[in-house]
C-alpha cells in the first residue's frame, strides 16, 4: 500500500485538506506542533466562493449555525462617517452565497476536525507531533518528528505557517516584506451595529485607520473586531493597556459618538501581531508542497489570506487525488497547482490587499479625497459595483485559476 499523504498544519489549510483528501478515500497524516487545536483570533471571514467550496466539503451549514451573514460592508471616513456601502445581493445570480459569513477561524477548525471524524476514515490526526525535518527522494518523503521518529509519505503538504519546515525544506525564498507597523486587534461587546456599522467596515484615516467586523460570540449582539495599526516604536504592553485601547477606540468611533454604558467599551480581548506581504518562489518541488500561509501571508484588509488558503487546500486536493486514484502524472499536475495558486495569489491577494492598505491610510488631501469619491461613485453604480465584488469577493480569482490550463 502506498505510503500516506503527510499534512503539517491543522489549522484550516491543513484540516480542509486532509477533509478533502479523506473524503476522496486517500490515507492521510495530519501533524499538529501542539497539543489541540489553537485559538487563532485573527481571521474569520469567509467570501462566497469559500463558503461554497466548505459546503461541498460537509462543513458550511454547520458554520451558518453559528456564523454571522453579513450582507453588506461599507468604506468610512473617521470624521464624515460612511462614504460607501457594497450590497454583496448584487452577486446573487453569481453565488448561491451571496454575502460574507463571519466565523473567527478557531470556530472553523472544529468543524471541520469534526467532519474528519465523522466521514474520513482514511484520515489520522496527530496532536502534540511538532516536525523537525522533512527530506525528499525519489519515491517519497520522510518526515522526522522532534522527538526522533521517522514517517515515510508518498508527498508532504506544508500547511504549516508562515515559518513552514516545509518550505525551508524546498530551499525556496519567502519574497516579500514586513509591514514597520503592526496590528492590535480588540474586540469589544458594544453594538455597533446600532451606531449604522454594517458586519464588515474600514475606517479611512491618515493616521487612525482601522477595520471593523462583527463576528460571534456565546450571545447577542456578538463581538465587534476593531483592528488597528500601532507604530514600530511604540511599546506592545502599553499599547495592550486597557486605559489606551478604550482612547483609540473612542477616537477611531468618533463620527458614530458611541457611548457605552459607564463610559466604557467592555473588552473580551486584546493582541497584537505583525503584518507581512509575502509570496514562496514556488509552491511545490517534487514531493513537497506548499498552501495556506507556507506558500503566501498579507495583510487581512479584505479578509483575503484565510479564503485564500482554503482555495489552495481545495484546488489542491483535487489534483492529488487525480494522482492517487488516476494515475495522473505527478510532475504535470503540480505544475499546474503552482500555475493556478501562485500568480492568483499575487494579482488577486497581494495587490489587492496592498491597495486597500493604501486606500484607508492615505495622507496626501488631494489623493485621499480622489479615492473615497471613488469608492462612492462606484458603490452608486450597481453594474460597476457588481464588477468590484466581483474581484473582492474572490469570485473571479477562482474562475481564472480554474481555466489556467
Known sequence: MPDPIVIVGAGPTGL????????????????????????????????PPTIEMLDALGVAGRMHETGIKVPTWQIRDRLAGVVAEFDLSLLQDETPYPYRLHLEQHRLTPLLLDRIREAAPSVAVRFAAPVETVAQDGSGATVTLREGEAIRASCVIGADGSRSVVRKAMGVEFEGFTWPDRFLVASTTFDLGALGFSGAGYIADPEAWAAVFHVPDTGP????????????????????????????????????????????????????YRVHQRVAQRFADRRLILAGDAAHVNNPL????????????????????????????????????????????????????????????????????????????????????????????????????????
Open 16 to 47: 480542509t485538506a486532509a477533509l478533502s483528501l479523506g473524503l476522496a478515500g486517500i490515507p492521510v497524516l495530519l501533524l499538529e506542533a501542539e497539543p489541540a487545536l489553537t485559538h487563532d483570533l485573527r481571521a474569520g471571514s469567509y467570501h
Open 221 to 272: 449582539p456578538g463581538l465587534w473586531r476593531i483592528a488597528y495599526p500601532i507604530p514600530p516604536e511604540a511599546e506592545e504592553e502599553v499599547e495592550l493597556r486597557p486605559e489606551n485601547i478604550q482612547r483609540h477606540l473612542f477616537h477611531l468611533l468618533e463620527s458614530a459618538r458611541p457611548e457605552p454604558p459607564g463610559g466604557r467599551f467592555t473588552l473580551k480581548y486584546a493582541s497584537v
Open 302 to 405: 479584505g479578509g483575503l489570506g484565510l479564503n485564500g488558503s482554503v482555495h489552495d487546500a481545495v484546488n489542491l486536493a483535487a489534483k492529488l487525488a487525480r494522482i492517487w486514484h488516476d494515475g495522473a502524472d505527478r510532475d504535470t499536475l503540480l505544475d499546474l497547482y503552482d500555475r493556478q495558486r501562485r500568480p492568483i495569489n499575487i494579482r488577486a491577494v497581494q495587490a489587492m490587499s496592498i491597495r486597500n492598505k493604501a486606500l484607508l491610510e492615505e495622507k496626501d488631501p488631494a489623493v485621499r479625497r480622489q479615492r473615497l469619491e471613488e469608492q462612492r461613485a462606484l458603490a452608486a453604480d450597481p453594474v460597476r459595483a457588481k464588477a468590484h465584488l466581483m474581484n473582492t469577493s474572490m469570485i473571479n480569482s477562482v474562475r481564472e485559476a480554474a481555466a489556467i490550463t
